[in-house]
């Protein structure tokens, strides 16, 4: 059976380290790797066009891509980076969603609940603040404009997972639609995509990591145990 103890420092040793280790890499990359990338996927892909060309008995192919390697070279350097930032940035959600229903079954087997998560209406962390919330009597998060912020980046991950990152007449987009607008790190486009910024990503992972720290102080304070945010922090 878990133990109380146990959920805390999965909290912290698991879910906030992953957060922590996501800005890090952000960080690292954005710094030293995007124009490296871009420059070696724009060579490979010439080359491989090139080889293509050179194979073809049809001179419609080489036409095709007159002009290709310049084109490219832009492409490299506008789409490339926004596509790393995008997994990174979706990869750090799903692994805050990820993580807060794994609490969620710990505190089930710690606690040997009746009501285990699936058994909640709704899904994703809607479902895992309710069960928090309802079932362990865990009022997380009580900053309610943290939870909306984090709610936000909810459909903007829905918007780049199932619509491509496009702004267009889409329930997605729609929902994504004010979040996207008003921020500063993002942008839009000419093509409605939505970009992020390195500092978004970032930003992004630091309000995750904020969360499991609010997370781990409201389950010491549940369970008895006086934390504070500077002793965590260490």
């Known amino acids: 059976m878990t133990k109380l103890a146990d959920i805390s420092h999965y909290v912290m040793r698991t879910a906030w380290k992953r957060q922590l280790q996501i800005s890090g890499l952000v960080e690292i990359v954005s710094d030293h ?59 750090s959600y799903f692994f805050f969603e990820y993580d807060l229903n794994r609490v969620c079954h710990l505190l089930r087997d710690a606690q040997q609940y009746e009501l285990k998560l699936g058994d909640i209406s709704g899904s994703g962390i809607h479902r895992a603040k309710t069960y928090l ?63 992020l910024s390195p500092e978004f990503v970032v930003d992004v992972s630091y309000k995750l990591q904020d969360a499991f720290l609010v997370l781990d102080l409201q389950l010491n304070e549940w369970r008895g145990v006086d934390l504070d945010i500077d002793e965590l922090e260490e």
Request: proline share 3%; aromatic share 10%; glycine share 6%.
């Open 33 to 91: 790797l995007f124009h490296q990338i871009a420059d070696l996927v724009h060579a490979r892909t010439v080359a491989t066009i090139q080889e293509m060309a050179n194979d073809s008995e049809s001179s419609e192919f080489a036409s095709m891509f007159d002009g290709y390697p310049q084109e490219e070279a832009a492409t490299a350097a506008a789409v490339y980076p926004n596509v790393l930032l995008s997994s990174l940035f979706a990869s």
């Open 133 to 195: 919330n309802k079932v362990a009597g865990i009022p997380f998060p009580e900053d309610a404009a943290l939870w909306q912020e984090i709610v936000s980046y909810g459909q903007l991950r829905n918007l780049i997972s199932h619509n491509g990152g496009v702004l267009d007449s889409s329930d997605a987009a729609r929902k994504a639609d004010l979040f996207v607008r008003g921020h500063s790190q993002l942008a839009i486009n000419d093509e409605g995509w939505v970009t």
